[in-house]
């Protein structure tokens, strides 16, 4: 049977994304495909599940709606994790999402310490995604819990500017850590 397309009443509506919405699909499809096969320790989840949350956070959590940010979101973990490097993914995302990526990735950044002191240095987008990404970790496995804890308090450092969606995020971070470890609040 083929369907009238002159008639406003069997006619299917197209669906358009908006440049913003195919920004942070695009990015949440180059995670799904680069995290392929991966697992988040400690569990059986497919890796891509947790930069999925973490955007999910930064949205629905944080308050932050902007698509370049729910995109470095997604894509947070791929210079690190996977084969993507910066250039190709400069090529897929733009240099702006890219920069973000990359401050979030430990590669090339020496100590653990140095990482930290360089990500306080990084714009606001960078440091929400990091909470975020804390935030989501402290709900992993329990043997990983008070590792967990010590870098979610790290994070939490990094709200140092006046962003709306930085506040928001610290005052979610903080009471997360304080609700696992009640004797440190």
């Given at each position: 049977?083929?369907?009238?397309?002159?008639?406003?009443?069997?006619?299917?509506?197209?669906?358009?994304?908006?440049?913003?919405?195919?920004?942070?699909?695009?990015?949440?499809?180059?995670?799904?495909?680069?995290?392929?096969?991966?697992?988040?320790?400690?569990?059986?989840?497919?890796y891509f599940?947790?930069?999925?949350?973490?955007?999910?956070?930064?949205?629905?959590?944080?308050?932050?709606?902007?698509?370049?940010?729910?995109?470095?979101?997604?894509?947070?973990?791929?210079?690190?994790?996977?084969?993507?490097?910066r250039a190709?993914?400069?090529?897929?995302?733009?240099?702006?999402?890219?920069?973000?990526?990359?401050?979030?990735?430990?590669?090339?950044?020496?100590?653990?310490?140095?990482?930290?002191?360089?990500?306080?240095?990084?714009?606001?987008?960078?440091?929400?995604?990091?909470?975020?990404?804390?935030?989501?970790?402290?709900?992993?496995?329990?043997?990983?819990?008070?590792?967990?804890?010590?870098?979610?308090?790290k994070a939490?450092?990094?709200?140092?500017?006046?962003?709306?969606?930085?506040?928001?995020?610290?005052?979610?971070?903080?009471?997360?850590?304080?609700?696992?470890?009640?004797?440190?609040?």
């Amino acid at each position: 049977m083929k369907a009238n397309i002159d008639s406003d009443e069997s006619a299917t509506p197209l669906l358009v994304l908006s440049p913003a919405a195919y920004l942070w699909q695009h990015a949440a499809a180059i995670a799904a495909s680069a995290h392929q096969g991966q697992k988040s320790p400690g569990t059986k989840m497919p890796y891509f599940a947790h930069p999925a949350r973490v955007a999910m956070l930064i949205s629905s959590v944080f308050g932050c709606h902007e698509p370049e940010v729910l995109a470095a979101a997604y894509l947070h973990d791929v210079l690190e994790k996977t084969s993507i490097d910066r250039a190709g993914l400069a090529l897929l995302m733009g240099e702006e999402v890219t920069g973000w990526v990359e401050w979030l990735s430990k590669n090339g950044k020496g100590e653990k310490s140095k990482y930290w002191e360089l990500l306080a240095e990084s714009p606001w987008q960078a440091r929400l995604i990091k909470m975020a990404d804390a935030l989501d970790h402290l709900n992993g496995p329990p043997q990983y819990q008070a590792d967990r804890i010590k870098t979610a308090r790290k994070a939490l450092a990094l709200a140092s500017s006046p962003e709306p969606a930085l506040q928001a995020a610290a005052e979610i971070l903080r009471a997360a850590i304080d609700n696992l470890d009640p004797a440190a609040a």
